[in-house]
């Protein structure tokens, strides 16, 4: 079901989902990149609408959220060794149309490559996909070439338009919402 949402409308969205969801989105780091004084635009948890870049590509993959470089799998002490618990929130990850292809192919490795990795199943499970429209090719981009410009495997997109958020919700928890 499609909506037209301004910023507060979204942000008071993003309030409502951070009770249980960790949510991500390219974001700004500024004097983040290489360079001291080159920003840097990459995934991180944001907090409101305002902090997402919709008009620049990330810099670094989304994959650092699912499969981040060091993660605490076990606990070992002289008696038993003890599985880390789960993250205590579901995540919910802005991703545009050809890293939600990537994502597809990160499933079918370790989902569907012999038996599931329990690691990323249990990260997984607990994932929410909300796809960000592209208003035009970037640099570099070869989406259209590759046809990895059109999805239809998420729970929301979002375009944004003259300061207007565009929805597509699939989520029917979440179109209620909206309404």
């Given amino acids: 079901m499609g909506f037209h949402v301004n910023d507060y409308q979204f942000n008071t969205w993003f309030t409502k989902q951070k009770e249980t969801y960790d949510i991500y989105a ?18 991180g948890k944001v907090d409101s609408v305002s902090e997402i870049v919709f008009d620049k590509k990330s810099e670094y993959s989304f994959k650092e959220v699912l499969t981040p ?21 579901g995540a919910i990850i802005f991703l545009r149309s050809c890293d939600l292809h990537a994502l597809k192919r990160l499933d079918d490795m370790y989902l569907k490559n012999g038996p599931a990795d329990y690691y990323y199943k249990r990260i997984r499970d607990n994932i929410k996909i909300v796809l960000i429209g592209c ?16 999805s239809d495997n998420y729970d929301m997109s ?22």
């Fill in 135 to 150: 208003k035009h090719t970037f640099e570099n981009c070869f989406c259209v070439s590759m046809g990895t410009n059109i």
């Fill in 69 to 89: 470089i060091t993660q605490t799998l076990f606990f070992f002490t002289e008696d038993e060794c003890k599985e880390a618990n789960p993250p205590q929130k």
């Fill in 158 to 179: 979002v375009n944004i338009e003259d300061e207007v958020y565009q929805i597509n919700c699939k989520d029917t928890a979440w179109n209620s919402f909206f309404m």
């Fill in 26 to 43: 390219p974001k700004r780091y500024v004097g983040g990149n290489t360079f001291s004084d080159a920003d840097c635009i990459r995934y």
